[in-house]
C-alpha cells in the first residue's frame, strides 16, 4: 500500500514548529525518526495532512549531564543513548536498556522522543522512563511544562501530549547512590517488539530492596507498576517464601491480555520469572556480574 498525499513541512526553529502545529492542530504529525510513522502512513492507520519534519530544528537532540538529571533531548536517537558514556556512567538502567530497542538500522533513526510519544505498550522507553521517575519536558506557544512519566502515559497509544505540544526533553533525575537497576525482556526475535519485559530499579541494603519500583512492559496498555509485589518486597530480605508471595501478589494485580501468540497465563509467567531474575539481580552481592549500580 502507498502512503496517502500530504504536504511535507521542514521548520526550521521552534517558534516555526509551534506556530504550524498551532495553525493545523489535529490535522498535522511531527516526523522525527519517521520509524513507525511511515509505516503507518504506508498502511493508512494514519492520514495526517501535513508532516512537520523536525530533524532539522535546533536544540532538540543530546545527552547532558545536569545537577539534578541526564536531560536526553527528544530527537536524540536509540544508537546515541546506547553509546553514551554520561548514560553508561549515570542512566545504567537505559544504557542496558538501548539494545534491546528494535535493530540496529532502526535504532541509529528512531528517536527517544518518537518512542514516547508513540507510547506503544511494548515498548522499552516508556518503562523505563515510569521507573527512573522520569519527566518529560513538553512545548507549546503557552510555553514549556513538565509532566511525570508516570502520569505521560493515560491509555493505549494515549499521552498526555496536546494537539499543539511536542516533547522537547525527557530529563532522567540522578539515582541516589546505592541504586541499582536491572533490564530485561522475552521478545521471539532479538530487537523485536517484546511479548512482556520488566525495568526495575532499588535502593539496596544488604540483601533488602527500598524504594523498589517494578514496571512491567506489554503486560497492559500503559506501563505497569507492579505495586502489590513492590510494597510486599520493600525493605525486607529476599527469601523463596517471600518470592513465592511476591509472584502470587503479582499474579493479583496483573492482567495480561493474549496476543498472538501467548495466552494470558503464559504472559503472566513470562511476568514472574522476569521478576525473579530481576530480583536477583539487584540483591546480588556487591561486585558480582549481576550487580549494576549508579553512579
Ligand atoms: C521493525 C521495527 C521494530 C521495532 N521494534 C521496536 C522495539 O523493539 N522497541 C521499541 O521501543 N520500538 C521499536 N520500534 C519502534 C522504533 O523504536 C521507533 O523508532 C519509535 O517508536 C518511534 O521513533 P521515531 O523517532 O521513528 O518516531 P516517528 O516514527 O517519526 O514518530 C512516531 C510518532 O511519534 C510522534 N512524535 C515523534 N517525535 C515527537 C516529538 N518530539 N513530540 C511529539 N510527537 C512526536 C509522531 O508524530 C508519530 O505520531 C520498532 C520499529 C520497527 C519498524
Excluded at 511531527?30 to 492507520?45: F, H, S
Amino acid at each position: 500500500m502507498k502512503a496517502p498525499s500530504f504536504d511535507y513541512l521542514k521548520p526550521a526553529s521552534l517558534d516555526q514548529v509551534f506556530a504550524l502545529l498551532h495553525k493545523h492542530g489535529d490535522s498535522a504529525r511531527i516526523l522525527a525518526g519517521g520509524q513507525t510513522l511511515l509505516a503507518t502512513l504506508n498502511m493508512r492507520l494514519s492520514e495526517p495532512k501535513f508532516l512537520i519534519d523536525i530533524q532539522g530544528v535546533p536544540g532538540l537532540s543530546g545527552i547532558s549531564l545536569q545537577e539534578q538529571c541526564v536531560r536526553i533531548g527528544a530527537m536524540t536517537r536509540h544508537g546515541e543513548i546506547e553509546e553514551s558514556i554520561v548514560v553508561a556512567r549515570h542512566m545504567p538502567l537505559l544504557a542496558m536498556t538501548a539494545p534491546h530497542v528494535a535493530h540496529k538500522a532502526i535504532r541509529n533513526k528512531g528517536t527517544l522522543g518518537g518512542s514516547l510519544a508513540f507510547a506503544d505498550p511494548a515498548a522499552e522507553w516508556p518503562s523505563c522512563a515510569v521507573a527512573l521517575d522520569a519527566q518529560l519536558v513538553l512545548a507549546s506557544r503557552r510555553g514549556l511544562r513538565r509532566v511525570p512519566a508516570a502520569d505521560f502515559f493515560q491509555a493505549l497509544y494515549t499521552t498526555a501530549l496536546a494537539p499543539d505540544e511536542i516533547i522537547v526533553a525527557c530529563e532522567f533525575p540522578l539515582q541516589p547512590s546505592g541504586a541499582r537497576c536491572s533490564f530485561d525482556e522475552v521478545a521471539r526475535r532479538h530487537g523485536d517488539y517484546p511479548t512482556v519485559g520488566l525495568a526495575a530499579v532499588a535502593l539496596v541494603a544488604g540483601q533488602r530492596l527500598q524504594q523498589l519500583r517494578l514496571v512491567f512492559l506489554g503486560v497492559g496498555n500503559i506501563p505497569t507498576r507492579a505495586r502489590a509485589a513492590e510494597s510486599l518486597l520493600e525493605g525486607r530480605s529476599l527469601t523463596p517464601e517471600l518470592l513465592a508471595a511476591a509472584k502470587l501478589a503479582l499474579a493479583g494485580e496483573l492482567a495480561p491480555g493474549a496476543d498472538l501468540y501467548n495466552s494470558a497465563p503464559m504472559k503472566l509467567h513470562l511476568a514472574q520469572v522476569l521478576m525473579q531474575r530481576a530480583l536477583a539481580q539487584l540483591a546480588a552481592p556487591a561486585g558480582t556480574p549481576g550487580e549494576k549500580q549508579h553512579g
